[in-house]
């Protein structure tokens, strides 16, 4: 399946096939989403949904949630960034009168205080009888203790951002789940501009209202889809470039040039990427599509110091800001630190897992 969950995947098994998760280990997100669709008694009693990818995030609240509709549990949502101690415990303890058994979803869950994060997991260590409870967060588990130590108690839904061809595996089932039936090549092509798989989402729902009863999409419906590509697209630039994928960075730079894009523009494309990827707090909102690009640290800092170089170079005089962007890909590009975590053909080495 197209995204994976991390860590050990075995544990003790459940009846009636239901996945098998192990306390502190990681889940797959296939078998997950149908474990939390489920009945409460195959459900870990804490499960962390963890990742920036919010569409991934919303399929696991979605499935919680239609498990609790389908077996008339009491669910509840608590904000981690409202909560207390006291509040927290009280609300894990108390099941409805009407139900036998209690499901709670913690949003932000990156935010919860000490003592509520300290409740949580004292609760957590406990028999749990009756009560089940989702945690989701943008945030990914390795940057915050808080985080590991929820993660340790319980079981982890790794939801990062897809690389190209996942993000097209999941266009494929969102059109296969709206009943649609589009011409080949539409899947690749809503997962192409679509600056996160949310907004693909958004658009699979467009198409269907164009549907008919067969699913199919009148033709004018899908020259917008095929259109949507067309222009230029700094932010594909950036992406090419920062992937070490110099065919189809000098593709887009050529689109670029036809209409007259680049200059200080190219610079903050790569800047806000390096910068997301060293202070994800800081700079994780952009005004553009999501990069699929992963940095390390190592490469967003090489990335930055190409962007100073350009800028410094522009204000002496010795650049002017047509040049910016095409010396700034030549840097790059020739610095032998573009990453190789993006699924391009141009792209050399392995991927890091998030899975």
Not at 54 to 81: C, K, N, S, T
Not at 140 to 153: K, N, P
Not at 293 to 311: C, G, I, K, N
Request: glycine content about 12%; some cysteine; overall charge neutral.
């Amino acid at each position: 399946m197209v995204t994976r969950g991390p860590g050990n995947a075995s544990g003790a098994g459940r009846a009636g096939g239901a996945a098998a998760w192990k306390r502190g280990g990681g889940l797959a997100f296939d078998p997950a989403e149908l474990l939390l669709a489920g009945d409460s008694s195959g459900l870990p009693p804490l499960t962390l949904a963890s990742g920036v990818d919010e569409y991934l995030r919303g399929r696991l609240v979605a499935a919680f949630r239609a498990g609790a509709e389908r077996e008339g549990a009491d669910l509840r949502r608590l904000e981690g960034d409202d909560l207390d101690a006291g509040a927290l415990a009280g609300a894990l303890a108390s099941i409805s009168l009407f139900s036998t058994s209690l499901r709670v979803w913690i949003r932000e869950g990156s935010k919860l205080d000490k003592g509520s994060e300290e409740a949580l997991l004292a609760w957590a260590r406990g028999t749990a009888e009756g009560t089940r409870v989702l945690v989701t967060t943008a945030r990914d588990v390795a940057e915050l203790r808080g985080l590991q130590a929820i993660a340790s108690v319980g079981v982890t839904v790794s939801c990062p951002t897809p690389r190209p061809a996942e993000a097209a595996t999941w266009v494929e089932r969102m059109i296969a789940e709206a009943g649609l039936n589009l011409p080949p090549g539409a899947a690749e092509a809503l997962a192409m501009h679509a600056r996160d798989l949310l907004e693909a989402q958004r658009e699979v729902e467009k198409l269907r209202a164009h549907a008919d009863e067969s699913g199919r999409v009148p033709p004018r419906a899908l020259d917008a889809l095929r259109g949507a590509r067309a222009g230029a697209s700094l932010d594909r630039w950036a992406d090419a470039v920062l992937a070490g994928d110099a065919l189809n960075a000098r593709r887009e730079a050529a689109a670029l040039d036809a209409e007259g894009v680049g200059g200080t523009n190219a610079l903050w494309a790569v800047a806000e990427r390096a910068l997301a990827a060293l202070e994800p707090q800081s700079f994780g909102y952009r005004r553009g599509p999501v990069s699929r690009t992963r940095l390390t640290p190592s490469q967003a800092r090489a990335a930055l110091h190409a962007v100073y170089a350009a800028d410094r170079a522009l204000k002496r005089g010795e650049l002017r800001d047509s040049q910016l962007r095409d010396w700034m890909e030549r840097k790059i590009l020739e610095s032998g630190k573009a990453p190789a975590l993006h699924d391009s053909a141009g792209a050399k080495g392995g991927s890091r897992s998030h899975a």
